[in-house]
């Protein structure tokens, strides 16, 4: 059974950092692509970033760039995003997802950013 | 960056009723168009993708179609677990976007 397991996520202040994790198991991990979706409070869904198998190719929403990064450890069947510089507005629950068509989804994490 | 311009943004509907939801897109993208179901607290999941590729597991009720940038979810008979919110997505190219979604909710 295909599982994506996410830890992570909490309450920060506006400015600081904070890492998500997504644990695969069920699949080959290194053979997909995998993305990060989010969804502020009462609204739709939002992509994030994505990263190519090998991890050599990586894309990221205009609205993250520069501040967020995604890696993966294949040999850990693990995806991450760092996320740095946080605002208010990045305040979601965040998603892992397998593939462009995304067919498998870890549960979510809510990011909360306040003072 | 392709915009994807998913209507209506909200329906009231009836058990057994037919329902469509349609989705344009700002630039041709072939068929790399999906839907997804998303209900309140739960991740999204993927009902259709390549626009008309039923999901193992999701009922024949379920349809889609179109190429290029007009697309279009069908329901053909709305039954009570259906009552959520929908959204389609291009995996053409990144940015990868999202519609609006579409709640369809009880009349």
């Known amino acids: 059974e295909v599982q994506l397991v996410q830890s992570g996520g909490g309450l920060v202040q506006p400015g600081e950092s904070l890492r998500l994790s997504c644990a695969a198991s069920g699949f080959i991990f290194k053979t997909f692509e995998m993305n990060w979706v989010r969804q502020a409070p009462g609204k739709g869904l939002e992509w994030v970033s994505y990263?190519?198998?090998?991890?050599?190719?990586?894309f990221y929403a205009d609205s993250v760039k520069g501040r967020f990064t995604i890696s993966r450890d294949n040999a850990k069947n693990s995806l991450y995003l760092q996320m740095n510089s946080l605002r208010a507005e990045d305040t979601a629950v965040y998603y892992c997802?397998?593939?462009?068509?995304?067919?498998?989804w870890g549960q979510g994490n809510l990011v909360t950013v306040s003072s | 960056d392709i915009q994807t311009t998913q209507s209506p943004s909200s329906l009231s509907a009836s058990v057994g009723d037919r329902v469509t939801i349609t989705c344009q897109t700002s630039?041709?993208?072939?068929?790399?168009l999906n839907w997804y179901q998303q209900k309140p607290g739960k991740a999204p999941k993927l009902l259709i993708n390549?626009?008309?590729s039923l999901q193992s597991g999701v009922p024949s009720r379920f349809s889609g179609s179109g190429s290029g940038t007009d697309f279009t979810l069908t329901i053909t008979s709305l039954q009570p677990e259906d009552f959520a919110t929908y959204y389609c997505q291009q995996s053409y190219t990144t940015p990868l976007t999202f519609g609006g979604g579409t709640k369809v909710e009880i009349k």
């Open positions: 630039q041709n993208i072939n068929i790399y």
């Open positions: 997802a397998r593939g462009t068509s995304m067919a498998h």
């Open positions: 990263i190519s198998s090998r991890g050599d190719d990586i």
């Open positions: 390549a626009a008309s």
